[in-house]
């Protein structure tokens, strides 16, 4: 008897446990990103452009706030650039609640066209949308976009998979919301550990072989960096507008890999 007393305890615990997970999704919040390409305006200057968009919904009913937001490779090997570009939307910190729950934000389509083109020719440029969460956590949406002659589709089950045991670095130029200097944020997106992180400045491929400026010049070494951890690199003054580009370096247990990011 006490022992089928005992069973009927646990069984009831669990169920009471399970309710209130189920309650506990259900009142959270529930963010769902959707990237895309289309011709958005009039803008306040009254013109129009082809724009990349990023489409951010809470269809929970807590709330949350989005503390970054960008559109990447889905392997990670690139991204656009947010810094120093064309966008429209709202600074962000971003609080999306069930009265406020969405928002959008775009960049210059042909703008980020030719700086993915420059720093990595020769591969097909689809770009993935996403959004920064508190404690970290990342948002992406399940579809991808084109950039050029790529063919923008979903994401097969293959690349997935392939995407869950990459060892991936996501790179972001931004400036604090004080106000303060540049910053190179290099972070490691995972799942695995990033190891021999090189950190350096390049020039873009239409500068030839010209010499860099020692002021220009910043670069940067780690020998491991885990998933979540962020590698923080000055962007020097002298660096801007020079057609001067970050170049990071890293290997996984699959090979070595090269990400530039534009420093203009």
């Not at 809470?58 to 960008?70: A, E, L, Y």
């Not at 928002?103 to 996403?130: A, C, T």
Request: charge should be positive; aromatic fraction near 8%; hydrophobic fraction near 40%.
């Amino acid at each position: 008897m006490d022992t089928a007393l005992s069973i009927i305890a646990i069984v009831v615990s669990v169920a009471t446990a399970m309710a209130e997970y189920i309650r506990w999704r259900a009142e959270g919040a529930k963010v769902k990103v959707t990237a895309s390409v289309a011709i958005v305006g009039p803008f306040e200057d009254g013109t129009s452009r082809s724009c990349l968009c990023l489409h951010v919904v809470n269809r929970g009913r807590g709330t949350t706030v989005v503390k970054g937001w960008g559109f990447a490779d889905p392997e990670k090997r690139f991204s656009a650039t947010t810094a120093g570009a064309w966008s429209h939307g709202p600074p962000t910190p971003v609080v999306l609640s069930p009265e406020s729950p969405d928002v959008f934000w775009k960049l210059d389509y042909h703008e980020q066209k030719d700086r993915i083109s420059n720093s990595h020719p020769g591969m097909p440029h689809l770009l993935q949308g996403y959004v920064i969460l508190p404690g970290r956590r990342t948002v992406r949406s399940k579809n991808v976009v084109a950039i050029g002659n790529a063919t923008a589709r979903q994401m097969t089950w293959s690349e997935r998979w392939a995407s869950l045991r990459q060892a991936g670095i996501f790179t972001l130029i931004f400036q604090d919301a004080s106000g303060g200097p540049l910053r190179l944020a290099v972070q490691a997106t995972g799942p695995r550990a990033a190891r021999n992180i090189i950190v350096d400045v390049v020039r873009d491929h239409s500068f030839g072989a010209q010499q860099i400026p020692a002021s220009a010049e910043a670069s940067a070494n780690c020998r491991k960096l885990r998933k979540g951890r962020t590698l923080h690199v000055g962007v020097p003054e002298a660096a801007r507008n020079q057609g001067l580009w970050f170049r990071v370096r890293w290997r996984s247990r699959v090979g070595h890999h090269e990400q530039r990011i534009s420093i203009d």
